[in-house]
C-alpha cells in the first residue's frame, strides 16, 4: 500500500491486489479468532484510510479487556501489510445479530463440535436444528471425508427448502466451508 499520488498503477493490477489483501485478511482473521465466533470481514479502502470491520458472534472477547486485542489486531495488521505510518487503519468489531443466520458462525460451530469429539451425525443435524429455529427457510449441513470408517464418503442433511440452482441460488444462499483433521 504505497503512496497513490507517486505511484501509478493499472485498475487490474489495484483490484487483483485488493482482493489478495481480502483473502489474506480474511484468512489471518479466521485463524486469530476462531473460537470467538468468527464471521466475516468487511474492508473499506479509501485513499486516505483503511476500515477493516469484523463480524463476530462474541464481539465482547474480540475487543478484549479495555480494547486490548483490538488494538493488538491492528497493530499486527499493520505490520503485516506494510500500512504506512500517515495512512490510518481502523479496525472495529461489529456483533453479528442472529447467529443461526450466519453460515460462518454456523460452520465454525459445527468444527468445534466435530473436534470435541462429537458424533457427526448429532452434531450435523444439531446445527441443522439451530438454524432452522433461527428463521431460516432451509438449510443444508455437508460433511465429507473419512468420517468413521477408512472409506470416505459423503453426509448431508437437510431442512426446510433451499434454492440450488442458476443466479437465485448464488445470490440468496450463504455458504461457508471448514476443513478438519478428525483424528
Not at 51 to 74: C, K, M, S
Not at 80 to 99: A, G, I, L, T
Request: charged letters at 30%; aromatic letters at 8%.
Amino acid at each position: 500500500f504505497e503512496d497513490m499520488s507517486s505511484v501509478s498503477i493499472s485498475k487490474k493490477r489495484k483490484v487483483v491486489e485488493q482482493g489478495v489483501f481480502y483473502a489474506e485478511l480474511n484468512d489471518f482473521l479466521r485463524r486469530e479468532l476462531a473460537a470467538d465466533g468468527y464471521a466475516g470481514v468487511t474492508v473499506k479502502q479509501t485513499t486516505v484510510r483503511t476500515r477493516i470491520i469484523i463480524r463476530a458472534t462474541h464481539y465482547r472477547d474480540v475487543h478484549g479487556e479495555n480494547d486490548f486485542r483490538i488494538n493488538q489486531l491492528t497493530m499486527l495488521i499493520r505490520k503485516r501489510w506494510q500500512f504506512p505510518e500517515n495512512h490510518p487503519v481502523s479496525v472495529y468489531c461489529e456483533k453479528v445479530m442472529d447467529r443461526g443466520l450466519c453460515a460462518e458462525a454456523m460452520c465454525e460451530s459445527l468444527r468445534f463440535r466435530l473436534e470435541s469429539g462429537f458424533p457427526v451425525r448429532r452434531a450435523a443435524y444439531a446445527i441443522v436444528r439451530f438454524i432452522m429455529e433461527s428463521g431460516a427457510t432451509g438449510a443444508e449441513v455437508v460433511c465429507s471425508g473419512k468420517l468413521r470408517a477408512q472409506r470416505a464418503k459423503v453426509q448431508k442433511f437437510r431442512d426446510g427448502y433451499i434454492v440450488a440452482s442458476g443466479a437465485p441460488g448464488q445470490e440468496m444462499v450463504e455458504v461457508a466451508k471448514r476443513d478438519i483433521q478428525m483424528r
